[in-house]
């Protein structure tokens, strides 16, 4: 007789649960969250003039008396559901900084925006995918110093676990780039204030009375690229000095503000703070740098406003997958969970510079350690401006309000009094097997959703 598996007999145990209902009331209403959040306690809701109680709920009648919520991971290998939630938070969340909507007036699809990529310097030659052409076809290349061959003939397909790995592990600057990866939010900074300083140069102006006439705003997010160096796709919007709710000067414009974007980039140069252990590094800004204009009219040339919303929505809920080049979901805390980590070769090399850079007294400020599994980026995957749009706390408000039905008369003049505290997360197998279910349901009937929308829409 064949022996029940783990999650075979946990979906014993719970359909003999009499409380099963209610917990598939509690997973559907995390929208399948694979890793939910355990909270126990109370909350008593009290008439603010006699002190009656109006409104009670307790978690001990639940199944394990326990309230399931979504964790709000981003990462669709963590948390398909949640990321997919927070995809759609981050669609519209740039979309409103391109077309307007959400406390953002739509007059700022005429304000100059252009879709700019930022990406990292070579810190040695990597093998690539060429578009069917040959990796890197040196002529008398030669070899390193190690006896590494620095050419290659081969031509690479996309998904070759080559592309991105370094022709000699022993020549690459792996120090040089984990600290540029730490020190990427100085040089997104350095970048911002120069553009100010050009535009001032080009208006012949202080900067201080040119930031009295524009303000620059910009939405952010950062991508791993194959070798393991991020790169930033940004949206940066040019507004009047009050924001978006003011026209920016007429005398800038989108071919204007792409010339000084170019020379504001080209001209960061830092240094990183001296240590004995290493000395000093420049920092600057890869010579690939990517200016598209974005459509405020129907140019095919241009692009979509949209499109870009969803590009950005994508790369932020990417998660480390299993030998992908952006490290783990979590951070290590030993070399042994870096030896063990699944990730390339090349990925292991870059977790142990910042273990090995961690452990020299005058970087301790860096955290590198606690950084080793994102490869010493630091940063959030994605950053705004303050006024460029609304925010993700607002979105989450405004959906929170929409399913809540509003309170009547009596619960208005009220007082609450909570008691939660956190017990645990994720589920057990069983349950998670229920949850991956529901969240695999939700997703088909939206599919199903906008594919009758989009046919009630060629229809009309």
């Given at each position: 007789?064949?022996?029940?598996?783990?999650?075979?007999?946990?979906?014993?145990?719970?359909?003999?649960?009499?409380?099963?209902?209610?917990?598939?009331?509690?997973?559907?209403?995390?929208?399948?969250?694979?890793?939910?959040?355990?909270?126990?306690?109370?909350?008593?809701?009290?008439?603010?003039?006699?002190?009656?109680?109006?409104?009670?709920?307790?978690?001990?009648?639940?199944?394990?008396?326990?309230?399931?919520?979504?964790?709000?991971?981003?990462?669709?290998?963590?948390?398909?559901?949640?990321?997919?939630?927070?995809?759609?938070?981050?669609?519209?969340?740039?979309?409103?900084?391109?077309?307007?909507?959400?406390?953002?007036?739509?007059?700022?699809?005429?304000?100059?925006?252009?879709?700019?990529?930022?990406?990292?310097?070579?810190?040695?030659?990597?093998?690539?995918?060429?578009?069917?052409?040959?990796?890197?076809?040196?002529?008398?290349a030669g070899t390193c110093e190690h006896g590494r061959s620095r050419t290659c003939q081969s031509i690479h397909a996309e998904g070759d676990l080559l592309v991105g790995q370094p022709f000699c592990p022993d020549c690459y600057d792996y120090v040089g780039h984990v600290l540029w990866h730490t020190h990427a939010g100085r040089l997104w900074k350095a970048f911002t204030d120069n553009l100010y300083n050009h535009l001032a140069t080009?208006?012949?102006?202080?900067?201080?009375?040119?930031?009295?006439?524009?303000?620059?705003?910009?939405?952010?997010?950062?991508?791993?690229?194959?070798r393991g160096a991020i790169h930033l796709h940004a949206v940066i919007r040019l507004d009047g000095a009050c924001g978006p709710d003011s026209e920016p000067p007429a005398w800038v414009g989108p071919d204007m503000l792409a010339e000084v974007i170019r020379t504001a980039a080209a001209a960061v140069h830092l240094r990183t703070p001296y240590s004995a252990a290493l000395g000093e590094h420049g920092l600057a800004w890869g010579t690939q740098l990517d200016v598209r204009p974005l459509r405020s009219l129907d140019d095919p040339n241009e692009l979509a406003d949209e499109a870009v919303a969803a590009y950005v929505a994508k790369y932020v809920t990417k998660g480390a997958a299993e030998g992908s080049a952006s490290g783990t979901d979590r951070r290590v805390t030993s070399v042994d969970d870096i030896d063990h980590a699944p990730v390339t070769p090349h990925v292991r090399s870059l977790m142990r510079a910042c273990w090995r850079l961690g452990g020299i007294s005058e970087l301790r400020s860096l955290r590198l350690r606690a950084w080793a599994h994102t490869l010493g980026y630091r940063g959030h995957i994605l950053t705004k401006s303050r006024r460029y749009s609304t925010t993700y706390a607002a979105l989450r408000a405004e959906r929170a309000a929409y399913r809540q039905p509003e309170a009547s008369a009596e619960e208005r003049d009220t007082t609450v009094e909570v008691h939660w505290r956190y017990v645990g997360s994720g589920h057990s197998p069983g349950a998670a097997l229920i949850a991956a279910g529901i969240a695999e349901d939700l997703a088909r009937n939206r599919e199903i959703a906008r594919d009758d929308a989009l046919a009630r829409g060629d229809a009309g």
């Open positions: 007789m064949r022996q029940l598996s783990e999650t075979d007999r946990d979906l014993v145990r719970l359909a003999n649960d009499p409380r099963l209902g209610r917990l598939l009331e509690q997973i559907a209403a995390t929208g399948g969250c694979a890793q939910p959040i355990h909270l126990t306690g109370s909350t008593t809701i009290y008439d603010a003039g006699t002190g009656g109680v109006l409104r009670h709920y307790d978690t001990a009648a639940e199944p394990g008396e326990r309230l399931l919520v979504r964790c709000r991971n981003r990462r669709a290998t963590v948390c398909p559901a949640c990321s997919r939630l927070h995809a759609g938070d981050t669609y519209h969340l740039v979309r409103a900084g391109l077309l307007g909507g959400k406390s953002v007036p739509a007059e700022i699809r005429e304000h100059p925006r252009l879709f700019v990529t930022f990406t990292a310097p070579s810190f040695g030659p990597v093998h690539r995918a060429n578009d069917g052409r040959p990796c890197r076809p040196r002529r008398s080009r208006a012949g102006r202080t900067r201080n009375a040119l930031r009295r006439s524009l303000r620059i705003s910009y939405a952010k997010v950062a991508e791993y690229q194959q």
